[in-house]
Nanobody, 124 residues
Framework: QVQLVESGGGLVQAGDSLRVSCAASGRASSNYVMGWFRQAPGKEREFVAAISRSGRSTNYADSVKGRFTISRDNAKNTVYLQMNSLKPEDTAVYYC?????????????????WGQGTQVTVSS
């Protein structure tokens, strides 16, 4: 089992950059595919990005492709989401998740462990 804690959220202006982090404890994060999801008020939780155990394979939602980058440091048990050119529509609570699947899933139901989330607010 793994515990996930997100950090790094905050209030930024449109066009700014922000990096959120996810620290894993318990079982090493290298045992899991890691993903980021987000949920805006009144909306369903949606996939943002995911990364394979080795970090060699990634997957992005079309809405963030080219602006966001997911990475991981297995030695530090940490996963990052670098967010550039932020837009007001990126405003949401961002959640880190871990999956035991052998592929890189994009569906919330294929993730087994979740963090509590960190708020990202982008003002126009």
């Amino acid at each position: 089992q793994v515990q996930l804690v997100e950090s790094g959220g905050g209030l930024v202006q449109a066009g700014d950059s922000l990096r959120v982090s996810c620290a894993a404890s318990g079982r090493a994060s290298s045992n899991y595919v890691m993903g980021w999801f987000r949920q805006a008020p009144g909306k369903e939780r949606e996939f943002v990005a995911a990364i394979s155990r080795s970090g060699r394979s990634t997957n992005y939602a079309d809405s963030v492709k080219g602006r966001f980058t997911i990475s991981r440091d297995n030695a530090k048990n940490t996963v990052y989401l670098q967010m550039n050119s932020l837009k007001p529509e990126d405003t949401a609570v961002y959640y880190c998740a871990a999956s035991t699947r052998s592929y890189v899933p994009v569906i919330t139901g294929n993730y087994d462990y979740w963090g509590q989330g960190t708020q990202v607010t982008v003002s126009s």
